[in-house]
């Protein structure tokens, strides 16, 4: 891997999410504070004679490197728009290492994407302008755009409308119970669709401030995941008991996560959680991580 340009893919987790409408076109309005951690998929690009995108990691077998996969989308968008101004854009070779759960609520393939248009930025010195990027983002996927820019923000409209957040890191243990989760049909079953907004965010960087204002929200997403995948109902469990001051699912789930005052706090609730779900009947994907700042 260090014979190539290097990205991550972090983890996207969405600290709270609100459903505030819904437009005519049939896409739901948000209202959300995203944050990323600090455990990813990673890619690797490097000059090839010809195109090629290689899967391995733990998720590897999984996925499909055919014309669908968001990688190889992003890389055919951002070659057409080089091309476009005459800039060359050869061939690569891709390697991207699996490693997080798939269809499970914390960017995946959005995450994938983003970092692929990063990587091949830099890999054909090739920037284009602000907004002609923004739009591309958005044509790939709505979680796109706040995972191109990788840092805590606020999500709003169907996730295009981003603004940057200063916020504190966060001790985390993510979890999640290796079943994918159909997004469309989470929002189909909810049975509201003009809640509230968040209120307005702290102004201290002072963690236990946030962990109290989080405590506060919620996912409105996160009872109709609940109906459709009760695994979700025994991993928040099983995070409230570790000491977790807020659990909560991320996005359309099914992961879970728990926050914690510190790096240290969450690295030994998920040393407890361990031990607790391996006596279970199933496997499930445990880490424990911190927010990034």
Same mark, same amino acid.
Do not use: N
């Given at each position: 891997m260090a014979d190539g340009i290097q990205e991550a893919a972090r983890a996207k987790i969405n600290l709270a999410l609100h459903v505030t409408g819904r437009? @005519? &076109?049939?896409?739901?309005? $948000?209202d959300s504070l995203v944050t990323f951690v600090d455990c990813s998929d990673d890619l690797v690009f490097s000059p090839a004679a010809t195109d090629r995108l290689a899967i391995t990691g733990p998720f590897g077998p999984d996925l499909k490197a055919d014309a669908g996969n968001? /990688?190889?989308?992003? %890389? &055919? $968008? $951002? %070659?057409r728009a080089a091309e476009a101004q005459g800039i060359a854009a050869p061939p690569v070779d891709i390697l991207l290492v699996k490693n997080l759960p798939i269809a499970s609520g914390i960017g995946g393939?959005?995450? &994938?994407?983003? @970092?692929?248009l990063r990587g091949l930025m830099r890999l054909w010195a090739f920037s284009p302008p602000e907004a002609e990027l923004a739009e591309m983002a958005l044509s790939l996927g709505a979680d796109l755009p706040?995972?191109?820019? *990788?840092?805590?923000?606020l999500a709003r409209g169907i996730g295009e409308a981003i603004t940057p957040v200063a916020m504190p890191s966060l001790g985390l243990v993510l979890l999640n119970p290796l079943v994918g989760v159909s997004t469309p049909d989470i929002f189909r079953s909810l049975t509201r669709r003009d809640n509230p907004p968040l209120?307005?965010?702290?102004?201290? =960087? #002072?963690?236990q401030a946030w962990l109290d204002y989080l405590r506060r929200q919620r996912n409105d997403l996160e009872a109709p995941a609940r109906s459709l995948v009760p695994e979700i109902d025994s991993?928040?469990?099983? $995070? /409230?008991? +570790?000491? #977790?001051q807020v659990a909560r699912m991320s996005g359309s789930g099914? +992961?879970?996560?728990?926050?914690?005052?510190?790096? &240290? #706090?969450?690295?030994?609730? #998920? *040393?407890?959680? +361990?031990? =607790?779900?391996?006596?279970?009947? %199933?496997?499930?994907?445990? %880490?424990?991580?911190?927010?990034?700042a």
């Open positions: 437009r @005519a &076109d049939g896409y739901h309005l $948000l968001l /990688v190889i989308r992003a %890389r &055919d $968008l $951002l %070659r393939g959005s995450a &994938d994407a983003a @970092a692929t706040m995972c191109l820019a *990788g840092r805590p923000l209120p307005p965010l702290p102004e201290t =960087q #002072a963690p991993l928040l469990e099983a $995070l /409230v008991e +570790s000491g #977790a099914a +992961s879970c996560f728990g926050l914690y005052e510190s790096g &240290d #706090a969450a690295r030994a609730a #998920a *040393g407890r959680i +361990s031990a =607790q779900l391996a006596a279970g009947p %199933r496997k499930t994907y445990i %880490r424990a991580t911190q927010t990034l």
